[in-house]
C-alpha cells in the first residue's frame, strides 16, 4: 500500500530539513550534492556527483534507504555496500520513524552510510 497523502508530506518535509541542513555549500554543490527520492514505500538518500569519464553526465551513489513495513509498523534500515546491494543496518535494523532513522543516518556511528 503506498503512503496517504498525510504520510507523504510529512515524509517529504522531514527528508528537505535533513537534506538541507546536510548539503555542501553552495559552490561545492556542482561537484557534489545531497537529494532524496521518495518511492513506493522506500526513502533513499544519496549523492550527486559529476561522473568520472564525462563530468556532463551524473551519478547517484546511494547512502541510506529505509523501508516503511506497515504491517509491523517499522522502518527498515539498509545500507548499500561496495557490492551495491542494500543491507540491513545491524546495529539497528529498524526503527519506528522516519526522523529516527533520519538520526541513525546522522550519527553514522559506524560509518556504513557515508563511510
Known amino acids: 500500500m503506498a503512503f ?6 510529512r515524509y517529504h518535509k522531514a ?12 559552490h561545492i554543490r556542482p561537484k557534489l550534492d545531497l537529494a532524496y527520492r521518495i ?7 544519496f549523492e550527486i ?8 553526465e551524473t551519478l547517484e551513489e546511494y547512502a541510506a ?4 513495513v506497515r504491517r509491523a ?22 526503527v519506528r520513524s522516519i526522523d529516527q532513522f533520519l538520526a541513525l543516518v546522522e550519527e553514522d ?3 556504513c ?3
Open 4 to 9: 496517504t497523502e498525510l504520510e507523504l508530506k
Open 15 to 26: 527528508m528537505e530539513r535533513y537534506i538541507e541542513a546536510h548539503r555542501p555549500p553552495p
Open 39 to 45: 518511492s513506493g514505500q522506500s526513502v533513499e538518500i
Open 49 to 56: 556527483r559529476p561522473a568520472f569519464g564525462d563530468p556532463k
Open 65 to 68: 534507504k529505509a523501508t516503511f
Open 73 to 94: 509498523r517499522e522502518w527498515r534500515v539498509y545500507w548499500q555496500r561496495a557490492d551495491l546491494k542494500w543491507h540491513r543496518y545491524q546495529p539497528r535494523p529498524s
Open 109 to 111: 556511528k559506524h560509518c
Open 113 to 115: 552510510f557515508f563511510g
